[in-house]
């Protein structure tokens, strides 16, 4: 049912605008980060790893990952506090 009230909202949409382009949202842009993505995410920035690197290794876009990381730096329970867990940079790591 998903699929037909798309292209009906398209076919408004598209009489409504004509010439415009249409482009559908993904419902993975909300999707939230799992506490395992912002633990390694963590000990990926500080082993100095890119931020692109980053959003590769997790599926997730570059963006993604840069206001992730800004929300994280800004948070009060000190998200980049020392922590040791080997087991989540090897997460990382492996392809």
């Not at 909202?9 to 009489?15: A, D, Y």
């Not at 842009?29 to 990926?44: G, L």
């Not at 990381?69 to 080997?86: C, V």
């Amino acid at each position: 049912m998903g699929e037909w009230r798309f292209q009906q909202e398209q076919w408004i949409l598209s009489n409504q605008y004509p010439g415009y382009d249409i482009i559908a949202s993904s419902s993975e842009r909300n999707k939230k980060y799992e506490s395992w993505e912002i633990e390694t995410m963590i000990f990926a920035k500080k082993d100095g790893v890119a931020d692109k690197i980053i959003a590769e290794r997790l599926g997730r876009t570059y963006w993604s990952v840069v206001y992730k990381l800004a929300e994280l730096k800004k948070a009060p329970n000190g998200a980049f506090s020392k922590t040791n867990n080997p087991v989540l940079k090897v997460a990382l790591y492996a392809n």
